[in-house]
């Protein structure tokens, strides 16, 4: 279905059924979880490699005692435990179905443990990468958690060499090209660039029904009614109660 638009990756069909309270907050925990997978594995990297002095006095000893025995650099070590996510992800996939669920859990777990019994990685960097790997699973559109999951290899990079500074970079030229891109005429930012205040109304949060009488104008429905009469009626009792009053 086109046109396409990057708020639509983090929303699913199921927010349409709960109300519109639930939804929202499960939206914004979306949002939440989607640029913690993306930011966090590379954070860790700057915080550990450049700025040190940013974690809190009662984090310090936690966050440098398992490393002291580590022959690694953070960076690498870092990039192996993700290498090692998605080559266990991915084989997971490829397997039976019967299977491949226990082989992505057991086999996270396993290869995790035996790395920090090896002193290979440190128990905190299996934990970092555990908590961006399950962030990920947060997003419902499938594509869209490739395109994160391949940007964070970018970001870790970044972050190993620059530190914050190119964690800003990273980010600042994806948001560029996400600006610049359009899909059948619609900004790809949109309803936020440009700000149509309307359209927020199904974006980050989902308003009650009784609003979204009206498509986003952003993509250019030629259809501008959203829902009919009956829908509106047996989802809102305030309008259905207007509704009478105005027919008498």
Avoid: C
């Amino acid at each position: 279905m086109v046109p396409v638009t990057f708020s639509q990756f983090y929303q699913a069909t199921e927010d349409y059924n709960e109300h519109w309270v639930i939804s929202s907050f499960v939206r914004i925990f979306r949002i939440i979880a989607l640029v913690f997978s993306l930011t966090f594995s590379s954070i860790y990297i700057t915080f550990i490699s450049f700025h040190p002095e940013l974690i809190p006095a009662k984090y310090v000893v936690a966050a440098t005692s398992g490393r002291h025995s580590i022959p690694f650099p953070v960076m690498f070590e870092v990039l192996m435990m993700e290498l090692s996510m998605e080559v266990l992800r991915e084989a997971s996939v490829r397997m039976p179905q019967q299977v491949g669920g226990a082989l992505s859990i057991v086999g996270v777990l396993v290869v995790g443990q035996a790395a920090v019994q090896a002193g290979f990685v440190s128990p905190i960097t299996v934990v970092i990468i555990g908590m961006s790997t399950i962030g990920s699973f947060a997003v419902p559109s499938y594509n869209a958690a490739n395109t994160f999951r391949m940007l964070r290899f970018a970001l870790i990079l970044l972050a190993g060499t620059l530190g914050l500074l190119g964690i800003a970079i990273g980010l600042m030229v994806v948001v560029n090209h996400m600006l610049s891109l359009r899909s059948f005429g619609v900004p790809y930012i949109a309803p936020y660039a440009p700000l149509n205040i309307k359209a927020l109304k199904d974006s980050i949060v989902r308003a009650p029904f009784y609003q979204l009488k009206k498509r986003p104008q952003n993509i250019y429905p030629q259809d501008q009614t959203r829902m009919g009469e009956m829908v509106e009626d047996h989802t809102d009792y305030n309008f259905l109660e207007e509704r009478k009053r105005e027919k008498r």
